[in-house]
């Protein structure tokens, strides 16, 4: 089965990197340079402080809708004057050699227009998940990065993440037997009290699904190294007045070998496990997506313990490594349409008193 191949093969390269480090040493000694486009919260807090922790890539330059916050960027991590774009001129990066990587971190509805600004413009582009809101806007993304010869690659740092290979692997060898079913869920709660945030509107990519529910898809289909052919979904809002897209998505996914996943997703609580029944016993990580603290048991008392370093930090150096060495990126475009072909299935499901959709 092809899916099964890509998963094999995707649970081979990880292997490699575990079992010998060198897999992966660069053929240059040069650090990629990046360009993070948005200045928000994840791009503050976590990709900055993690590029400074990075060995193959590192901080060259910005773009960003807000010159107040120019001065501060610029002073704390030495970023040349050059090197600072708006999202009027970001099309002229092309013309700076020191920015190798724009990384995509806007809203999900402006991953399609940036996405293709960067590539025209010639620079490999990472792009922060989920990859956009629909499979028209990926393929569009997956195409003109091709026709630029650049890498395409989406940000799902679980899938670098130790613990959750661990798991990605046992998806082929089953060290408890076949897999019967899974359930995956991911939520916060969100206040909601900035009614502007665009997390809380559809026309914006906002909503549960698109935030925290492709982190429960992503995981389903990884941990069972297939591709689900069917879904099922509903999704309602108890605080209507505030979220305009859905505040919380529950769905059932099918999958080959009559595997069956029960996910959910929300802004109205904190939720955060991935359990995998099988023939032969369990295993869970919980949590199992947060920004450190992975933690795997099993029904036999095993413990998969926490990554100690930064992921950011690695799931960089990783992508990183791919375009130094010219080799396939871990999480590419391709895997992350296939979410979002499903995302589509459960929205349309939602919309139709939760019908049994064919993917």
Not at 115 to 144: F, R, S, Y
Not at 215 to 225: C, D, K, M, Q, S
Not at 346 to 359: C, D, G, T, Y
Request: aromatic residues 8%; glycine residues 8%.
């Amino acid at each position: 089965m092809e899916n099964r191949r890509s998963f094999i093969k995707k649970a081979g390269v990880i292997a490699a990197i575990s079992v010998n480090p060198s897999f992966l040493i660069p053929l240059q000694k040069k650090k990629l340079g990046i360009a993070l486009v948005g200045l928000g919260y994840y791009s503050t807090d976590l990709l900055a402080p993690a590029l400074q922790l990075t060995e193959h890539c590192e901080l060259k330059g910005i773009v960003t809708g807000s010159p107040k916050k120019v001065t501060s960027w610029q002073k704390k991590y030495g970023i040349k004057s050059k090197n600072v774009y708006n999202y009027e001129n970001m099309h002229t990066i092309a013309s700076n050699d020191e920015i190798d990587i724009i990384y995509i971190v806007l809203p999900n509805s402006l991953h399609e227009k940036y996405t293709l600004i960067a590539a025209n413009a010639g620079k490999h582009v990472w792009c922060d998940k989920p990859m956009a809101i629909t499979v028209k806007e990926c393929q569009n993304m997956i195409d003109t990065c091709a026709k630029n010869k650049v890498q395409l690659t989406i940000g799902y740092r679980m899938q670098h993440e130790p613990v959750t290979q661990k798991i990605i692997k046992w998806s082929i060898s089953k060290p408890y037997g076949n897999i019967r079913s899974l359930y995956a869920e991911a939520g916060f709660y969100h206040n909601g009290n900035n009614k502007n945030h665009w997390k809380l509107h559809k026309k914006l990519g906002g909503g549960a699904m698109f935030d925290m529910g492709v982190y429960t898809l992503n995981a389903a289909r990884y941990a069972t190294g297939l591709e689900p052919i069917s879904v099922s979904a509903k999704q309602y809002s108890k605080r209507s007045d505030i979220f305009i897209a859905d505040e919380t998505t529950e769905y059932t996914l099918h999958f080959p070998e009559g595997i069956i996943a029960k996910c959910k997703t929300t802004f109205a609580a904190n939720i955060n496990t991935l359990k995998v029944d099988c023939e032969k016993g369990w295993y869970q990580l919980s949590p199992m997506q947060s920004y450190s603290g992975v933690r795997g048991t099993t029904s036999d008392g095993k413990v998969l313990n926490p990554f100690q370093g930064n992921q950011q930090a690695k799931q960089m150096d990783d992508d990183a490594l791919a375009i130094i060495n010219k080799t396939a990126p871990l999480v590419s475009g391709e895997e992350g349409m296939k979410d979002i072909k499903v995302v589509e299935g459960i929205f349309k499901s939602a919309a139709n008193n939760s019908k049994l959709i064919k993917l």
